[in-house]
């Protein structure tokens, strides 16, 4: 198999584990950040899964649904490295007709014999 | 100067430059790319400058104005690695009112002295 088909294959993967979980187990995200990990979340930046896990608990709602549009995957500059790139849609709270379209980057790579997420930019995207 | 900071610098400055490129010497795009970039275009991918140049190429307008609403960087896995998250809109053609909502993310890279783009996917954003 080569890197790129690699990559595509764990980028599926990855981004239907990492949204079920975000979606029904948020508490168990945090197990999935390496612990240097940045993530961006529409401009602001934090390191590491404790202020990651904040984050996500500060968003205030009580129930997230996502849904994938597309999921592209390459390998990144180091053996086990990927970057996987999604759009999709969320809905909050169960305003299931008020969608909210985004685009998030991840860049995972090898720890211990698990993949961890280095890398996490997050958008939304709407017109500017 | 922290790593994050030193990301979003070069990322900002990068993305200007880009876009900057991209809308008026497209022809100049290709010395940006390491000979083993890889570009995936709405879930193609093709490898190195000149595979890349020939899909821009393909793409068949003869004008594109692209206008940026967001850059987020963090630094990538290795020293001299960045990962660029951009949102924006583009326009072809002269359809100024009829743009069409794109994000893109690069990972960049230190080669031979230079800074190139080793990873680069592109997505329009809509409904799915």
Redesign the interface.
């Known amino acids: 198999m080569d890197r ?1 088909t690699h990559s595509s294959q764990l980028g599926a993967a990855f981004a239907q584990h990492y949204y079920s979980t975000f979606d029904h187990n948020i508490e168990n995200l945090g197990s999935l950040y390496a612990d240097n990990a ?1 993530f ?1 979340f529409e ?1 602001n ?1 934090v ?1 590491g899964p404790v202020d990651i896990m904040n984050r996500f608990r500060s968003m205030g709602f009580s129930q997230i649904i996502h ?1 994938i ?2 999921v ?1 995957a ?5 053996e086990g ?1 990927h ?1 996987i ?1 999604v ?3 969320f809905a909050i709270d169960g305003e299931v007709d008020k969608p909210h ?1 985004f ?1 998030e ?1 991840f ?1 995972l ?1 090898q720890q211990g014999g698990s993949v961890v997420i ?2 996490d ?1 997050f ?1 939304r ?4």
């Open positions: 790129q940045f961006s401009g930046c390191i849904k549009f597309t592209d390459q390998p990144g500059p180091v490295t970057i790139f759009t999709g849609q379209l685009s980057t860049q790579a280095i890398n930019i958008r995207v709407s017109q500017g």
